[in-house]
């Protein structure tokens, strides 16, 4: 009986099948990150360098049963690092950590700070900035990558510029399985306050958070949108009491916006109408590839409209 039961909760808990994992090849474009130190997450990573010397470092992380070089390929972000010059870092989750390659966002061992997954990715990030003194640190995740995403950006926030968080959920919301799947159906059991006062322990001398943007699609049936709407409440109370919220619908989604008095945007919540779980790509853009999973065909780019938020050039 059990063996029927794991792979339903781990449909249930990533919404993917077992049966959906990818074989791929390695893209020649990406060089692989052998040498990042202490690696207790036992991740594997490869990045992208553009031609020209970069100042700015962009972390990808992927969602589940993906591969991170491919998906970065079929959603614009190596396209992107190319056109503004940016280094692309790809971490990648191996099936022996997790039987659908999901990174472990719902584990305490992988998801708090300086141990596990969470620890891996930052040595990795802490390598490439030695190799290459990266002025700025940016960093992305869809779905279990977002919510891995969420977990870096509040245990390393003087590390990151800016995140951006796509069907992902808040840190913390989960620690173990079952805590995971109400979080997934129902959003975080959390107020965006409590979620903003447990980011700030430990982190009572940080005066400067990282901007965020947080997509989210609003027919996705996987991660409920109630967590994106409740990690840029939670972003928007760690960012400061002077913001002012202002919303602005368009025929495809709409955007609600949390900036101060002088106008400077910190957080963005962007929910798109009609689509599930996933990241949308505007296809009239060139390298995107909308017939792979959990990508969605929008007027609105993801990578195209967080790398303009985070102001990359």
Known sequence: MLDKIKPLLWTLLYGISCSALATSQPLVKFQPLTHFGDNPGDLTASY?????????????????????????????????????????????????????????????????????????????????????????????????????????????????????????????????????????????????????????????????????????????????PKNSQSLALQWSALSGNSLKASKNPTADYQQTLWQNNQGSVHVKLVEINDIGHGLSVNSSYKNRDTSADFIYESSLDSAMYIVDFWGVK
């Open 48 to 224: 992208f360098q553009p031609t020209k010397k970069t100042e700015s470092l962009v972390v990808f992380l992927h969602g589940c049963v993906q591969q991170g070089q491919i998906l970065a390929e079929q959603t614009g972000f190596v396209s992107l690092a190319e056109q503004h010059n940016f280094t692309l870092l790809v971490p990648q989750q191996s099936e022996r950590n997790n039987v659908t390659s999901c990174f472990n966002w719902f584990s305490e061992q992988d998801s708090e700070k300086d141990q596990g997954e969470v620890l891996s990715i930052k040595n990795m990030i802490l390598a490439l900035k030695a190799q290459s003194n990266f002025d700025r640190v940016f960093i992305a995740g869809l779905s279990a990558g977002g919510a891995m995403t969420s977990a870096m950006l509040v245990h390393y926030p003087e590390l990151f510029t800016a995140g951006a968080v796509i069907a992902g959920l808040p840190y913390p919301c989960a620690n173990n399985l079952a805590k995971a799947i109400s979080c997934m159906r129902n959003g975080p059991s959390q107020s965006s306050i409590e979620l903003a006062s447990s980011a700030k322990q430990g982190n009572e001398a940080v005066e400067k958070w990282p901007r965020l943007i947080v997509i989210t699609g609003s027919k996705d049936q996987v991660v409920h």
